[in-house]
């Protein structure tokens, strides 16, 4: 009890910190300190977002680039799963896709972005590709961490009930390493974020991204301001989504 | 009845760094426990006593030697040696339940069978005191009931030999001699043969019919000794009987006798 009282208190102490950054910004703009035209206040960005939603235009191009972070952040989890296990169950698997693994990890995948536009065009595909290769890495990287670093005497325990080795992996070793897994997930949420507004703002055809370079040319700042706060909204509304989801599949997490 | 289980001039060496003869563990132990029997092995601490189990288990090849099951050699784990860790936490699958726990041995069996197999469950948690905790989750339960569900499960895998790894070494004093009394019971009225190793030397005497004492490094056979007890044995007055404080004795002394070179040097 004491416990979750705890937890709602420190929820509330962090919505003070960027309460305060609000109240500054929105007295800087009342006291004419910035150039109202280049930095509208919060309230005025708020508004403009409020109608955004009322007459219901945020939602096409939110959805559009919701749905391209899905997929392929969905794509990059299945693919840095299946390829972390594969490393590190499989010494051959390990010798033969560690060295590309290692070349491509460090590349900024924002720099791959003109390269696949060359190869798949400006569209869908390309950005779902972007997001998964910004995605699969921290995925793959520590689900091959958690598999490595699983305790022997679990392992033990599949083989003194003679486990088939498939069957240790799906019921053993993928839930034992779930906690890494997401932990990997957790942070390629972000990085395919922010990968997925990139590519639509070098070459998108719509989107969040497309929406908030679009509207700066078009030197509509305060519609940019709220598209930018649609953007915040999206990634702290996925942060809590995945950390009600991890919370539910990893109710052990820090009790064993 | 239980399956004999025996070591057949085992040794295991342990390659190291920089030496080309290794880290001899064991030099030459034979040792066989007989059907059903209850046999304990100490030794002091760091002595491999845990090898030796993992070697009886199939879990780690002897570097010479054989383990022998019924007189057969095993290579891998062989069906019906279930091991009991101590580190029983681990053991244990922390995302299922008790009840799905203690199931996972019998998840091979055809679909139909299932629901006769979960009753059998239920039923060998009871024996373990357990009822009421089927839908619980290990990490929820103490240390001494998260032992009692890997012996439950443990019972599901139809154990000829049970291995015995300190299993009641991590918990409190009271709760070790409830889970020694435990597993006599169950020990008596399954007739699995037992293998147990422990630094506990009281806890030795108490549970078997013999007990095998490790010597020096490398680490050979010192003795065995016949404990020869009368059962059931009670925590009570098994351990006041002048036989028992005599094989104590006994016991302790040899083991000391081990150590005393180390306390010289100090």
């Given at each position: 009890?004491?416990?979750?009282?705890?937890?709602?208190?420190?929820?509330?102490?962090?919505?003070?910190?960027?309460?305060?950054?609000?109240?500054?910004?929105?007295?800087?703009?009342?006291?004419?300190?910035?150039?109202?035209?280049?930095?509208?206040?919060?309230?005025?960005?708020?508004?403009t977002l409020?109608e955004l939603v009322a007459n219901g235009a945020v939602f096409p191009p939110l959805l559009y680039t919701v749905a391209l972070f899905v997929v392929g952040y969905v794509i990059?989890?299945?693919?840095?799963?299946?390829?972390?296990?594969?490393?590190?169950?499989?010494?051959?698997?390990?010798?033969?896709?560690?060295?590309?693994?290692?070349?491509?990890?460090?590349?900024?995948k924002s720099?791959l972005v003109p390269?696949l536009f060359l190869f798949l065009g400006i569209g869908k595909a390309t950005m779902i590709t972007v997001v998964a290769l910004a995605a699969?890495?921290?995925?793959?990287?520590?689900?091959?961490?958690?598999?490595?670093?699983?305790?022997?005497?679990?392992?033990?325990?599949?083989?003194?009930?003679?486990?088939?080795?498939?069957?240790?992996?799906?019921?053993?070793?993928?839930?034992?390493?779930?906690?890494?897994?997401?932990?990997?997930?957790?942070?390629?949420l972000?990085l395919g974020l922010v990968l997925v507004i990139l590519a639509e703002m070098l070459a998108g055809e719509d989107g969040v991204g497309f929406r908030i370079l679009d509207l700066q040319r078009a030197f509509q700042i305060r519609d940019m301001f709220a598209w930018i706060f649609v953007l915040v909204a999206l990634g702290?509304g996925l942060?809590?989504?995945?950390?009600?989801?991890?919370?539910?599949?990893?109710?052990?997490?820090?009790?064993? | 009845?239980?399956?004999?289980?025996?070591?057949?001039?085992?040794?295991?060496?342990?390659?190291?760094?920089?030496?080309?003869?290794?880290?001899?563990?064991?030099?030459?132990?034979?040792?066989?426990?007989?059907?059903?029997?209850?046999?304990?092995?100490?030794?002091?601490?760091?002595?491999?006593?845990?090898?030796?189990?993992?070697?009886?288990?199939?879990?780690?090849?002897?570097?010479?030697?054989?383990?022998?099951?019924?007189?057969?050699?095993?290579?891998?784990?062989?069906?019906?040696?279930?091991?009991?860790?101590?580190?029983?936490?681990?053991?244990?699958?922390?995302?299922?339940?008790?009840?799905?726990?203690?199931?996972?041995?019998?998840?091979?069996?055809?679909?139909?069978?299932?629901?006769?197999?979960?009753?059998?469950?239920?039923?060998?948690?009871?024996?373990?005191?357990?009822?009421?905790?089927?839908?619980?989750?290990?990490?929820?339960?103490?240390?001494?009931?998260?032992?009692?569900?890997?012996?439950?499960?443990?019972?599901?895998?139809?154990?000829?030999?049970?291995?015995?790894?300190?299993?009641?070494?991590?918990?409190?004093?009271?709760?070790?001699?409830?889970?020694?009394?435990?597993?006599?019971?169950?020990?008596?009225?399954?007739?699995?043969?037992?293998?147990?190793?422990?630094?506990?030397?009281?806890?030795?005497?108490?549970?078997?019919?013999?007990?095998?004492?490790?010597?020096?490094?490398?680490?050979?056979?010192?003795?065995?000794?016949?404990?020869?007890?009368?059962?059931?044995?009670?925590?009570?007055?098994?351990?006041?009987?002048?036989?028992?404080?005599?094989?104590?004795?006994?016991?302790?002394?040899?083991?000391?006798?081990?150590?005393?070179?180390?306390?010289?040097?100090?």
């Amino acid at each position: 009890m004491s416990q979750r009282s705890d937890v709602y208190r420190t929820s509330l102490l962090g919505l003070l910190s960027p309460a305060i950054v609000l109240s500054i910004w929105e007295t800087a703009g009342l006291l004419g300190w910035v150039n109202p035209i280049l930095l509208p206040r919060p309230s005025q960005i708020v508004w403009t977002l409020v109608e955004l939603v009322a007459n219901g235009a945020v939602f096409p191009p939110l959805l559009y680039t919701v749905a391209l972070f899905v997929v392929g952040y969905v794509i990059a989890s299945i693919l840095g799963v299946t390829i972390g296990v594969a490393m590190a169950t499989s010494e051959t698997l390990y010798g033969v896709l560690e060295p590309l693994v290692e070349i491509l990890r460090p590349i900024p995948k924002s720099a791959l972005v003109p390269v696949l536009f060359l190869f798949l065009g400006i569209g869908k595909a390309t950005m779902i590709t972007v997001v998964a290769l910004a995605a699969v890495f921290p995925v793959l990287i520590s689900t091959f961490q958690g598999v490595r670093g699983l305790d022997p005497v679990l392992l033990d325990t599949a083989r003194t009930f003679q486990t088939s080795r498939m069957r240790t992996i799906v019921s053993i070793v993928l839930p034992a390493s779930l906690p890494m897994i997401l932990a990997g997930m957790r942070v390629a949420l972000g990085l395919g974020l922010v990968l997925v507004i990139l590519a639509e703002m070098l070459a998108g055809e719509d989107g969040v991204g497309f929406r908030i370079l679009d509207l700066q040319r078009a030197f509509q700042i305060r519609d940019m301001f709220a598209w930018i706060f649609v953007l915040v909204a999206l990634g702290g509304g996925l942060m809590m989504l995945f950390d009600l989801v991890e919370r539910r599949l990893v109710p052990w997490r820090g009790k064993t | 009845m239980g399956e004999r289980l025996g070591f057949d001039h085992v040794t295991k060496i342990f390659e190291t760094p920089g030496s080309d003869t290794g880290f001899v563990a064991f030099d030459d132990i034979t040792l066989e426990a007989a059907s059903s029997e209850f046999l304990a092995i100490v030794g002091p601490s760091g002595c491999g006593k845990s090898t030796l189990l993992k070697m009886a288990a199939g879990l780690m090849p002897p570097t010479k030697g054989k383990i022998l099951l019924d007189g057969k050699p095993i290579f891998d784990p062989p069906p019906g040696v279930v091991y009991l860790f101590q580190q029983y936490a681990k053991s244990l699958f922390a995302w299922r339940t008790v009840i799905d726990n203690v199931m996972f041995p019998l998840e091979g069996a055809p679909r139909h069978q299932r629901g006769d197999l979960r009753e059998m469950c239920r039923d060998y948690l009871k024996q373990v005191g357990l009822d009421g905790f089927e839908d619980s989750y290990p990490w929820q339960l103490s240390g001494g009931m998260q032992q009692r569900v890997a012996i439950a499960r443990a019972l599901a895998a139809d154990p000829q030999v049970l291995l015995l790894d300190e299993p009641f070494s991590a918990v409190d004093a009271l709760t070790r001699m409830e889970l020694q009394t435990l597993v006599l019971q169950l020990w008596e009225r399954r007739k699995f043969t037992a293998i147990l190793v422990t630094h506990d030397v009281e806890e030795a005497i108490f549970l078997a019919d013999r007990v095998a004492v490790l010597g020096a490094k490398p680490t050979a056979l010192k003795e065995i000794i016949e404990v020869g007890l009368p059962r059931p044995r009670d925590q009570l007055t098994t351990r006041e009987d002048p036989r028992f404080l005599k094989l104590r004795h006994h016991l302790t002394s040899l083991l000391l006798a081990r150590n005393s070179g180390h306390v010289a040097a100090v």
